[in-house]
């Protein structure tokens, strides 16, 4: 569905990914994981066309994403749910949420997208009518999730979903993102919690300072002396 070859993008002078490929399959969740400043979510605005590779290629379904500007690729069914999750402080849930529905693909399926993300987040029907800013952090994780889902997206990226939330609704995101995964939503997910991206990835990719060093199923990245030792802490 997704594959990047040969990927050199960074910033000005300061050059931050090298020669990076990756591929990501219909239905498939796919870790890229890293240290902090590996250049996972430079990775992530390359994709969304948020800034532009120097070469390399990225192609969607077959697509030409390096000739698209950004606000094209949600029509294609990409969406990119942000670190720190962005939401709308003083807008309700509720207008949050149909932000997300603002595409020309999006708009014709909205009131069936909203009903299933608050299928998926319960606690997001409940609070639709308070303003984003009086959630708590996982609460505000969930809507910024919720609002990419309202896209109905073929590829959702998540940056670091767990950042900044306590251990327990890091488990409840996490459940959530399988879920999402099992509906056939492919999903590329940039995340520093090793032991809970592997726990629902088919795949994985380790990046170290801007190239890919380590590729693997779960199952191989969680046998890695190397990943055991410098990134789970075993």
Do not use: C
Not at 127 to 142: F, I, N, P, V, W
Not at 185 to 208: D, K
Request: proline letters at 3%; aromatic letters at 6%; zero cysteines.
């Amino acid at each position: 569905m997704l594959e990047i070859t040969g990927i050199n993008a960074g910033y000005g002078d300061v050059q931050v990914l090298y020669d990076l490929s990756l591929q990501v399959g219909e239905g498939e969740i796919v870790a890229l994981l890293g240290a902090n400043g590996a250049g996972k979510t430079t990775t992530l605005w390359t994709i969304s066309g948020l800034l532009k590779p120097t070469s390399g290629q990225i192609r969607f379904e077959n697509r030409d994403l390096m000739s698209m500007p950004a606000h094209h690729l949600p029509d294609l069914g990409i969406a990119h749910v942000p670190q720190g999750r962005g939401v709308f402080q003083t807008l309700n849930v509720l207008d949050n949420l149909l932000v997300g529905a603002y595409s020309r693909r999006a708009k014709a399926g909205r009131k069936e997208a909203l009903e299933m993300v608050f299928g998926l987040f319960p606690r997001l029907h409940e609070r639709q009518k308070q303003e984003a800013r009086t959630l708590s952090g996982g609460e505000q994780q969930m809507l910024a999730i919720g609002r990419a889902l309202m896209l109905r997206p073929r590829l959702l990226m998540l940056d670091e979903p767990s950042l900044g939330l306590a251990p327990v609704v890091v488990e409840t995101v996490f459940e959530k993102i399988a879920e999402i995964g099992r509906t056939g939503v492919a999903i590329l997910l940039v995340e520093q919690n090793l032991t809970q991206a592997l726990s629902i990835a088919h795949r994985g990719y380790v990046l170290e300072t801007g190239r890919i060093t380590i590729q693997g199923s779960t199952v191989e990245l969680m046998g890695n002396e190397y990943v055991k030792e410098a990134y789970i802490g075993l």
